[in-house]
């Protein structure tokens, strides 16, 4: 198998990756290009694609945390809240194998909204706000990961 399409098919599941949450996809589509760049000779040309694609994975990444985030914010939860919401992710994906982290990280914003509100329609409110928010953020990540891994396919053909 060609070496170059090995790579290419790590990165497709590193996109996978992005929409299902038991790989890291952006970061698996950056080791990646290392990979290709360390193992196929690592010219000065390749380590520049291996900086962009790792810039606009990096970047993706910090943005699409951010995004729920604020979203949540913005329709009133505050900043435990949120630290509720990460601790129901990491419940939810030890308890519940591949889409734990799916199911936890909700559960852990509504169950602390009401404990803070007292009221489910404003807890509810909070956390479609910030599930909204998840969803621009998977998208964010999705757009970055197609578009770094089509850089790196452009130089991958070049060398």
Do not use: H, K, Y
Request: net charge positive; glycine share 14%.
């Amino acid at each position: 198998m060609n070496f170059d399409l090995l790579i290419g098919l790590v990165m497709l599941v590193g996109l996978v990756g992005v929409l299902i949450p038991f790989l890291p996809g952006l970061p698996v589509i950056a080791l990646s290009a290392v990979a290709w760049a360390v193992l196929d000779g690592s010219d000065t040309g390749q380590w520049l694609i291996v900086g962009v694609v790792t810039v606009i994975c990096v970047a993706a990444m910090v943005v699409s945390s951010v995004v729920p985030a604020r979203r949540a914010s913005g329709a009133g939860a505050s900043g435990w809240v949120l630290v509720a919401g990460v601790a129901g992710l990491v419940i939810g994906a030890i308890a519940i194998p591949v889409v734990g982290a799916l199911v936890g990280w909700p559960v852990g914003i509504l169950v602390a909204e009401v404990i803070r509100t007292r009221n489910l329609a404003t807890a509810w409110r909070t956390t479609r706000a910030a599930l909204a928010g998840l969803g621009v953020g998977v998208a964010i990540q999705f757009g970055a990961g197609v578009v770094a891994v089509g850089i790196w396919a452009a130089a991958a053909w070049r060398w």
